[in-house]
């Protein structure tokens, strides 16, 4: 088989790197360049993300450079330029972001990372909402399977977009082999040093936005502090996303300048070690397509605290604590309980660690080549 792979939503920027999206496009094509040696795959991929991904024989990159942040220049690229390229040339055509070309000589695949822009539409831009929700739409409809990244995503569109459950394929992301549980105490204390890290410090990581509920982290954080005898500081590592300012003016409105520390972007390579010496990982995110933060923490062997809400009761099953987002007296206690139970916390991390095996990334990589040989065998 001739397959066609557009990944040119492959992070453009150091500060996007770290988003699930980008790491699920990596890790797969990463996967697939070592399991499969038989099918032929076609790149479309940015210029500047080209050194990311180790190539073998079976994999031709064409490379641009378009700034496909750009929702015009997206446009212009999935449905003009891109179908233009396949013409007559692959068996299969795998968008790995949610919107494939309208008119396209190949089947065509595509993956449903969420459904945010549907349930939390004020958490978008007005502009990329309506391209996301207009052709996500016509995606669906047009793609020969669906690949969902969690049983939630395809219940939200087996819901919300009325697709029978027959034409989604539930794949789960994975989780990178360099997020374990380290030993080496040169490299934590070089880390720690390096990012200023404090002794105790309680942990996130994800783009600073609506979605993610750092406001109720941050309000909750507060409670932590203010009613128990708890010296940790809280630190947030992540690009800053849509509405970020308002984080900004919550923190001086609770004056907690001197408790917070913002890293921004972290490469992967610092991330494991941030993760190991972290007190507590906390994910209060109202919506996730799957919610890879929280895996890599128990991979790290850090304790979770996440959401009862959409895909993440299937990533951390009972290895953490779930809250209501909503609830920051909850939130608050439940911090409490892990940073004071050391019993307790010890049972969830080791649960978590057990969890983790259940995710890999050849996994998915084998599952998805399963869904392109299935597509391509009906042709």
Not at 15 to 39: E, T
Not at 343 to 355: A, N, P, V
Request: positive net charge.
């Amino acid at each position: 088989m001739n397959i066609a792979f557009n990944a040119q939503l492959l992070s453009l920027t150091e500060n996007y790197r770290n988003a699930g999206v980008s790491k699920y496009i990596y890790h797969l094509l990463d996967n697939l360049n070592i399991i499969d040696k038989q099918n032929k795959y076609l790149i479309f991929m940015n210029k500047c993300s080209y050194r990311d991904i180790s190539l073998s024989n079976n994999y031709k990159c064409i490379l641009t450079n378009l700034n496909t942040s750009n929702p015009f220049i997206r446009v212009l690229w999935e449905q003009i330029v891109l179908p233009l390229e396949l013409r007559n040339n692959v068996d299969l055509l795998h968008c790995p972001v949610n919107v494939v070309p309208f008119i396209c000589s190949a089947p065509s695949i595509v993956t449903i990372n969420d459904l945010t822009n549907f349930i939390y539409p004020e958490t978008f831009r007005k502009i990329n909402r309506v391209y996301l929700t207009t052709l996500t739409k016509i995606s669906v409809q047009k793609a020969k399977r669906i690949i969902a990244i969690s049983q939630n995503t395809k219940n939200d569109i087996v819901r919300i977009l009325k697709i029978p459950e027959e034409k989604i394929v539930v794949v789960y992301d994975g989780v990178d082999d360099n997020f374990y549980v380290m030993k080496n105490k040169d490299v934590l204390s070089n880390i720690r040093k390096k990012y200023f890290l404090p002794e105790k410090f309680i942990l996130f990581v994800g783009t600073l936005e609506p979605r993610k509920n750092v406001q109720g982290l941050l309000k909750a954080f507060v409670k932590l502090k203010a009613y128990n005898n708890i010296n940790h500081k809280l630190v947030l590592v992540g690009s800053k996303g849509w509405l970020y300012n308002s984080f900004f003016n919550l923190v001086s409105e609770l004056q907690l300048k001197k408790d917070i520390m913002f890293l921004d972007y972290v490469p992967d390579k610092d991330l494991p070690a941030i993760y190991n010496l972290a007190d507590l990982f906390v994910y209060p995110s109202f919506y996730e397509g799957f919610g890879l933060p929280v895996l890599e923490s128990m991979a790290c062997g850090c304790p979770v605290i996440t959401s009862n809400t959409s895909s993440l009761p299937e990533v951390v099953g009972d290895a953490g604590i779930m809250i209501n987002p909503f609830e920051i007296d909850a939130l608050a206690e439940a911090m409490y309980k892990v940073l004071t139970n050391y019993e307790f916390k010890s049972r969830i991390i080791e649960k978590g660690l057990i969890r983790i095996k259940k995710f890999n990334w050849k996994k998915c990589a084998e599952e998805t080549l399963k869904v392109y040989e299935e597509v391509c065998s009906k042709r």
